[in-house]
C-alpha cells in the first residue's frame, strides 16, 4: 500500500546526504537516530581533532625537537589515531548503508511503528556491539595495540644509544632486517637460533604427543587396572605450576650438585653431563623437561576422546579379524586426529613461543662464540635479551614481526583444521 | 598357553611403562619436598631425605620480618580475584554475543579470535615494557590485572560460546516470547545454565597469576609488588642468596593447593576443549 508520497522517496539522496552523517537519516524522518549521528560526528570531529592531527604528524615524523617531543609518544599517538580512525571509517560505512537501506525502505512504503518500537528496534540491533564493545576495546588496547606498536617499532632505529626523550628516533624502512641478514654477528646468530627454534619445536612437541598417545591408549586397555590412580598420577606434572618444576629440574641438571650427576651418572658411570654448559647437553636436556612438562594435557584430551569412541567400531573390526594394529591404525588414530587436531597445532605453536622452559631452565644458556645470543635461546627469548638486557629495542621488534609471520603459517593450518567443525556455530 | 604368555608379556610391558612414568613424575616432586626439610639453605650438601629434618624454612617464610612471601601472596591473590573476576565478566558477554546474535562483523570477529589465540601477549613484550612506562602502570599491579584480563578474552570467550552453543535455543526463545528482554535472558536463562564453564574459567584465571612468571617479571619491580611465582624465582636467582631450600619449601606451599584444584577440574576444561570436535 505504498502512497505516491513514499515512492517518490529518493534513495540516491538519502545515500549523498549522509555523506555527512546523520542528514539522509534526518531525511528519511528517523530524526533521533539522525540528530545522534550528527551529534556522534560533530563530537568526534572536535574532540579527536587535535588527536588525529598530532598522530599523524608524529606518526610521519617521530618528532622535530630533540628532548621536546618524545618519538615514542608520538608513535603510539600515531597508532591511536590509525585505531580510531579504523573505528570512524566503519561507522561512517555503516552509516551510509543504513541511509540507504531505510530509504528504501521507505520508498518500498514501509511504514514504521510509533516512536517506541523504533527504539526497541534500535536498541535489538545495537545490543550484541553493547556486549561485545568493553571486551572489545579492552582487546585493542592490551592486545592489538601493542603488537601494532611492535610492527612500526621494527621499522625505526630505537636502541639505547638514541632512546627517547633525549634523541628523536627515525624511520629506517626495512634496515633492521637487512642487518639481520647481511651484518654476520646478527646473521649467524638469526640462523643457528632459528633453527634451533624450528627443531626445538618439531621434536619436543611431537614427541610429547607421541608419548601421550602412547600412555594414553595402554592406560585405556580394557585389561588396565587402578585407571584413575593411573590417570591422576600421569596428569601431575601439568598440575604443578611450571615455573616451580622448570627451577627444580634445573637444580636436577646442575653439573656439579644436581642430584642426576650426583646420585645417578657418577655413581653409575664415573662421570657427569655438563647439562648446563654444553650447548648439546642442555637441549636435550631441555627437550626431555619439556616432553615431561608437556604431555600430560595431549594426555588428557587423548583420554577424553579415546572415552568417547564408541566400542560398535572395535566389535565390528573384531568380527573382521582385524589385528590390534590395523584397528589402531584405522580406527583410533583417526579418532584422536580428527577431534584434536588444532589443539595439537596450538601445542606445535605455544612450544614455538615457549619463553618459561628456556629463560628458567638456563637463561637460554651457555653463552657461545660468534653469536649475540645464547646456546640454547630461541627467538622468543632472544627478543628478550635483546630488550631487556641490551635495549636493542628495533631489532628486537623486527625479530618480533618475523616470528609473528612464522606463527600465521601455524595458523593457516589451525584455520583449514578448524573450519570444519566450527561453521556449524555460523547461520 | 602362547596366547596366555602373550597376554602376561603385554600387561607386563604396560604397566612397566606405567610403573617407569611413575617414577620420572613424581621423583623431582619428592624431591623438592624433602629439599624443603633440609635444614642448611644452599643446593649443595642438600639431601633428598635430610639427616635432621626440620620446617625451618617454612616458619621462616611466615614469622621472619625480612620475609615478604605474605606480602607477595596477598598481591598474587589480588591480582588474582580481579583478573578472574574482569575475565570471567567481560568473557561472558562476549561470548553471549557471539553464540545468540547474528550481528556485522561477527565471522571475522571469531576468526580474530582464532588468530589472538596464537600470539601470546609476550610476543609485544617490547611494545608492552615501552607503553607501560609512558602511561606509568609500569611497576603496578593494575598493569598486570589489565593485561591479564585483555590476554584472556579471545581463547575463553570461544570456550564459553562454544558451552553456549549447546544450550538450546528454544530455552531463550521462548522467555523471549514471554517478553524477557537481552539481558533478562543472559542472567536468567544463560549464565545459570553455564556456571560448570563459568567456573572453569573463572578458575583458570584465578590460577594463572599464581602460575605465570614471565609477565609479572616484565611489569613489576619493585620487590614488595611481586607476585609470589616471581619473588620466589629470586630465591634462587639472586646472586648473593641463592636459598633453594627456601625456594623449595615457598613452592611446595603453592603446588599442593593449585595441583588440588587443577586435578579437580582439569576434566571440565578438557571437556569444554573436545566439545566441539566430538559430535561428528
Known amino acids: ?427 | 598357553m602362547s596366547r596366555k604368555m602373550k597376554n602376561t608379556l603385554e600387561l607386563v610391558g604396560m604397566y612397566g611403562s606405567v610403573i617407569v612414568m611413575f617414577i620420572v613424575i613424581l621423583y623431582p616432586l619428592l624431591w623438592t619436598f624433602g629439599l624443603s626439610l633440609n635444614p642448611g639453605s644452599s643446593l649443595f650438601g642438600a639431601n633428598m631425605i635430610p639427616d635432621n629434618w626440620s620446617f625451618k624454612h617454612y616458619v621462616w617464610l611466615f614469622t621472619n620480618p625480612d620475609s615478604d612471601y605474605l606480602l607477595w601472596y596477598k598481591n598474587t591473590l589480588i591480582v588474582a580475584f580481579s583478573a578472574s573476576i574482569g575475565a570471567t565478566v567481560f568473557v561472558s558477554l562476549v561470548a553471549y554475543a557471539f553464540s545468540r546474535y547474528r550481528f556485522v562483523g561477527r565471522k571475522n570477529g571469531l576468526y580474530a579470535f582464532l588468530l589472538l589465540q596464537m600470539f601470546p601477549v609476550l610476543m609485544a613484550m617490547v611494545a608492552i615494557y615501552i607503553l607501560l612506562n609512558l602511561v606509568g602502570l609500569l611497576d603496578s599491579l593494575l598493569g598486570l590485572i589489565l593485561i591479564y584480563v585483555g590476554g584472556a578474552i579471545p581463547m575463553n570467550a570461544f570456550l564459553v560460546k562454544g558451552y553456549f552453543d549447546t544450550i538450546p535455543r528454544e530455552l531463550d526463545e521462548s522467555a523471549r516470547m514471554d517478553g524477557a528482554g537481552h539481558f533478562r535472558v543472559l542472567f536468567t536463562i544463560m549464565l545459570p545454565l553455564a556456571k560448570p564453564i563459568l567456573a572453569v574459567v573463572a578458575l583458570f584465571n584465578f590460577m594463572a597469576p599464581f602460575m605465570d612468571f614471565i609477565l609479572p617479571r616484565i611489569i613489576l619491580r619493585s620487590p614488595e609488588n611481586y607476585t609470589l611465582a616471581l619473588g620466589l624465582y629470586n630465591f634462587v636467582n639472586a646472586q648473593f642468596a641463592n636459598n633453594f631450600t627456601r625456594f623449595a619449601a615457598g613452592s611446595i606451599l603453592i603446588a599442593i593447593p593449585i595441583s588440588i584444584v587443577f586435578l579437580l577440574l582439569q576434566r571440565y576444561l578438557i571437556g569444554g576443549l573436545t566439545s566441539g570436535a566430538t559430535k561428528g
Do not use: C
Open chain 1, 1 to 427: 500500500m505504498a502512497s505516491s508520497k513514499s515512492r517518490e522517496h529518493n534513495v540516491k539522496l538519502a545515500t549523498i546526504l549522509s555523506l555527512i552523517p546523520g542528514l539522509g537519516q534526518l531525511y528519511n524522518k528517523r530524526y533521533i537516530k539522525g540528530s545522534i549521528f550528527l551529534i556522534i560526528s560533530l563530537a568526534f570531529s572536535i574532540v579527536f581533532y587535535d588527536i588525529l592531527n598530532i598522530g599523524y604528524w608524529g606518526l610521519f615524523t617521530l618528532g622535530t625537537i630533540p628532548t621536546v617531543d618524545d618519538s615514542r609518544v608520538l608513535l603510539s599517538q600515531g597508532i591511536i589515531a590509525l585505531i580510531l580512525t579504523s573505528f570512524a571509517l566503519t561507522f561512517y560505512i555503516a552509516n551510509l548503508v543504513d541511509a540507504n537501506r531505510d530509504a528504501q525502505k521507505i520508498k518500498d512504503g514501509f511504514k514504521r511503528g510509533n516512536l517506541r518500537e523504533t527504539i526497541r528496534d534500535a536498541w535489538d540491533t545495537a545490543f550484541p556491539y553493547v556486549l561485545t564493545g568493553p571486551g572489545l576495546v579492552l582487546l585493542v588496547f592490551v592486545v592489538i595495540f601493542p603488537l601494532l606498536f611492535m610492527a612500526f617499532l621494527a621499522f625505526t632505529n630505537y636502541t639505547l644509544m638514541n632512546s627517547p626523550p633525549k634523541n628523536l628516533l627515525e624511520w629506517v624502512g626495512f634496515e633492521n632486517f637487512k642487518s639481520l641478514l647481511t651484518v654476520p654477528i646478527w646473521r649467524n646468530t638469526f640462523f643457528s637460533v632459528l633453527a634451533w627454534t624450528l627443531i626445538w619445536t618439531f621434536v619436543a612437541t611431537t614427541l610429547q604427543i607421541g608419548l601421550a598417545m602412547y600412555l594414553a591408549v595402554i592406560v585405556n586397555d580394557s585389561r588396565m587396572r587402578f585407571k584413575r590412580l593411573i590417570r591422576t598420577v600421569l596428569i601431575l606434572p601439568w598440575a604443578v605450576p611450571g615455573f616451580v618444576t622448570i627451577l627444580i629440574f634445573s637444580a636436577l641438571f646442575n653439573d656439579n650438585f644436581g642430584a642426576i650427576n650426583r646420585d645417578i651418572l657418577m655413581p653409575l658411570f664415573g662421570s657427569g653431563i655438563p647439562w648446563l654448559s654444553d650447548p648439546f647437553w642442555a637441549k636435550v636436556a631441555l627437550i626431555a623437561i619439556q616432553i615431561w612438562l608437556g604431555f600430560p594435557f595431549v594426555f588428557a584430551l587423548f583420554t577424553g576422546v579415546l572415552q568417547s569412541i564408541s566400542s560398535e567400531w572395535y566389535e565390528a573390526a573384531d568380527m573382521d579379524g582385524a589385528s590390534r594394529f590395523q584397528k589402531f591404525r584405522n580406527i583410533t588414530f583417526p579418532h584422536l586426529m580428527f577431534a584434536t587436531a588444532p589443539l595439537l597445532i596450538l601445542q606445535y605453536a605455544q612450544n614455538f613461543n615457549n619463553f618459561n622452559i628456556i629463560y628458567l631452565f638456563n637463561q637460554g644458556g651457555p653463552a657461545v662464540k660468534n653469536q649475540n645470543a645464547g646456546g640454547t635461546d630461541i627467538l622468543i627469548s632472544w627478543v628478550y635479551d635483546l630488550t631487556f638486557e641490551s635495549s636493542q629495542f628495533s631489532i628486537a621488534a623486527a625479530i618480533s614481526l618475523i616470528l609473528g609471520l612464522i606463527v600465521a603459517v601455524f595458523a593457516f593450518f589451525q584455520f583449514r583444521k578448524t573450519a570444519s567443525f566450527k561453521e556449524e556455530g555460523e547461520m
